[in-house]
């Protein structure tokens, strides 16, 4: 099992930033993708952001240019720098990532951090 805990949300005005930071833990062989996914009342689940080994990150379009995934493989850790936040952003922020086992990759969520943006 892996285990993933997110910090960072919190309540912030339009045209604001928050860093979300999400660390991995537990029985980890070999993460290949570690991402943020949110999910606003009423709607699905959508990702925002992910890295995955060997390629680039990837965006929504809803925040590129505003919003950078950034990765430390080393201490299996993935922040989410949000910046120019708008009142649309407000959600519920899932850490993500997939663990590599015999060829086999198993997914883990984190709890989820609330992020609301609003004056």
């Known amino acids: 099992q892996v285990q993933l805990v997110e910090s960072g949300g919190g309540l912030v005005q339009p045209g604001g930033s928050l860093r979300l930071s999400c660390a991995a833990s537990?029985?980890?062989?070999?993460?290949?993708?570690m991402a943020w996914y949110r999910q606003a009342p009423g709607k699905e689940r959508e990702l925002v952001a992910s890295?995955?080994?060997?390629?680039?990150?990837r965006y929504a379009d809803s925040v590129k240019g505003r919003f950078t995934i950034s990765r430390d493989n080393a201490k299996n850790m993935v922040s989410l720098q949000m910046n120019s936040l708008e009142p649309e952003d407000t959600a519920v922020y899932y850490c993500?990532?997939?663990?590599?086992?015999?060829?086999?990759?198993?997914?883990?969520w984190g709890q989820g951090t609330q992020v609301s943006v609003s004056s």
């Open positions: 993500y990532c997939t663990n590599v086992m015999s060829a086999t990759a198993f997914a883990y």
């Open positions: 537990g029985r980890i062989f070999s993460i290949r993708t």
């Open positions: 890295t995955t080994t060997g390629t680039s990150p």
